[in-house]
């Protein structure tokens, strides 16, 4: 927010994308294909984003066949491994990386032997002596951090070393906002120790996982004498860990740990013995604001990542417990993925390429953009890209210039629509307000791009096995898809079309299940409200599905 502009008079109107005095028809505003430069991307900065354009895609629309959720360890693996060594890209290059590094931990295990500790829980001093121990902790860090805990891991490897007995004592899981210590010290090898340990317990012991993590937030937060990060640089293992690297591992495994049991409230209940229902931390806003300051973290400590900006769109997209507006946070969450593709690009990573590439296409076909589109009392239509910063007047610095991108026919026009726009900021309308006659409007071809760009490197990473790991994207898949398919009206080049949809709707992404009955993947199915472990699509499904499901549920 600026401070209040108490001189309104001295506020200058200045209307953008046409130049101030020159206002260009709604479909003339700056062309893309001829801003590109080789650029793919061009059009998503943010200097482009924040004007209206036109245009249109050069390429015919992608249609890959959706992935499905099925995931094959084996066959992904061979494939990556299969993949040309000369035409390699740097993803395929991290995987096989990590991979290399679970076969090094395997070995590790193997030459230490079962019996080589008398129990599966150890004394942390004595495995801060073990230097074998310790290369296994800092491997098991690097694999799931470089590839964003998408590596495949058997069961018997993330089981095959002891744990800290420590962790044990940490009983209580408390909001962040409220955390505090429950171990009496950690240093930074205890640290190393914890945080493996905390990526090792995974499903279903995502609520051990998390205690973990916010008591490790407690002692790094807290900056205690004892926990140094520069004393990682005395032991050959860690010497190539600092903080930023750890504080941004540890955001990455809470996030994870945080996000299963925010789409599962199942799971946060699993131990009864350790927590009660209404568990502060384990409520819904609480697991939700978790996962945005570690969010933040991730973009504090490594801001080249697209990772930070990902999850911050993650909980842009949770309307239900974000306390924010659906279409203002879909405005934000728009621009997110932007962001992240654009990250994404300069650290050559075709996951979050594909990933926020399919979700930035979606954000633009529920009016991520906010382009309005109005018909003026002389009958002619003008669009405007409306600010979702400014609401009012008194968002503007004395001074400062006051400019919307408008496209009109005539300046004449265009005049009128900033009186319009000037009216509402007095009035003090909220920008996500939509009066009479106003219609949000989709840019197909920018839709295109996003997608087009995205579905390139889904099929490379379709090329090396590793499609199936994009399916988490399936309500945006589906949403853009069925939009450039021409669901919701024809589609043409230069064409503007109107939003299906405006905002996100409430259910957003809260976990994605197979029905019971005709085994269809969606985001939003019905719960069976008596065993809590079956969806449906709808009631239909349900009813032909309960001649078989009665036994078990009853059991249940």
Not at 75 to 102: E, F, V
Not at 149 to 177: A, K, M, N, Q, Y
Not at 235 to 244: G, N, P, S
Request: with cysteine; proline share 5%; net charge neutral.
């Amino acid at each position: 927010m600026g401070r209040k502009n108490n001189n309104k008079k001295k506020a200058t109107r200045v209307a953008s994308g046409g130049g101030s005095n020159s206002f260009s028809p709604v479909r003339a505003f700056s062309n893309n294909n001829d801003i590109n430069n080789g650029d793919e991307l061009s059009f998503i900065r943010k200097e482009n984003r924040q004007q209206l354009s036109s245009g249109t895609c050069n390429e015919p629309t992608l249609f890959p066949p959706k992935p499905n959720m099925f995931l094959d360890p084996n066959r992904m693996r061979n494939k990556l491994y299969n993949s040309s060594p000369k035409n390699r890209s740097a993803t395929a290059t991290r995987l096989i990386q990590a991979d290399q590094m679970l076969i090094e931990i395997e070995k590790i295990q193997k030459e230490r032997g079962k019996d080589y500790y008398d129990d599966n829980l150890v004394d942390i001093s004595l495995l801060k002596s073990d230097s074998s121990y310790i290369r296994e902790c800092v491997l098991w860090i690097k694999a799931y951090v470089s590839t964003d805990f998408r590596v495949p891991c058997p069961s018997d490897l993330l089981i095959g070393s002891p744990l800290p007995e420590c962790w044990t004592h940490i009983t209580s899981l408390h909001p962040l906002s409220d955390n505090r210590p429950q171990l009496m010290r950690v240093d930074a090898f205890s640290f190393v120790i914890l945080l493996a340990a905390a990526i090792r317990l995974g499903q279903p012991q995502e609520r051990f996982s998390l205690q973990i993590v916010h008591e490790l937030h407690a002692h790094a937060e807290g900056k205690y004498d004892w926990l140094d990060f520069d004393d990682l640089k005395s032991h050959d293992e860690l010497r190539e860990l600092d903080e930023a690297y750890l504080r941004f591992a540890l955001a990455w495994t809470g996030i994870k740990r945080a996000r299963a049991m925010y789409r599962n409230e199942g799971q946060r209940v699993a131990m009864p013995q350790f927590q009660s229902r209404d568990d502060a931390a384990t409520q819904s806003k609480s697991l939700l604001q978790s996962i945005e300051t570690f969010a933040k973290e991730q973009c504090h400590y490594c801001p080249e990542s697209p990772v930070g900006l990902w999850n911050m769109g993650y909980v842009s997209s949770q309307v239900k417990h974000n306390g924010r507006h659906p279409w203002r946070s879909l405005v934000d969450f728009y621009n997110q993925m932007c962001d992240c593709c654009l990250l994404a690009d300069k650290a050559d990573d075709d996951f979050y390429r594909a990933e926020a590439g399919i979700e930035a296409a979606m954000a633009l076909v529920l009016g991520g953009k906010p382009n309005i589109g109005y018909p003026l009392k002389s009958g002619e239509k003008v669009q405007v890209l409306r600010d979702f910063g400014r609401a009012s007047l008194d968002d503007y610095e004395e001074g400062e210039q006051i400019g919307f991108p408008i496209g009109g026919p005539t300046p004449a026009a265009a005049r009128e629509a900033m009186n319009k726009e000037m009216r509402r900021l007095r009035d003090k309308v909220p920008p996500e307000t939509l009066q009479e006659g106003e219609t949000v409007i989709v840019p197909h071809w920018e839709v295109a791009r996003i997608w087009n760009y995205a579905m390139k490197a889904y099929l490379r990473l379709e090329a090396i096995g590793q499609g199936q790991c994009v399916y988490g994207e399936s309500t945006g898949w589906d949403i853009a898809e069925n939009f450039l398919a021409g669901k919701f009206g024809a589609l043409e080049p230069n064409r503007y079309i109107n939003c299906p949809q405006v905002g996100f709707r409430v259910t957003r992404d809260k976990g994605t299940w197979p029905c019971g009955h005709c085994g269809k993947y969606e985001s939003n199915l019905l719960q069976c409200s008596r065993c809590k472990s079956v969806h449906y699509c709808n009631r239909e499904c349900q009813k032909k599905a309960w001649k078989t499901h009665k036994l078990e549920c009853k059991a249940a």
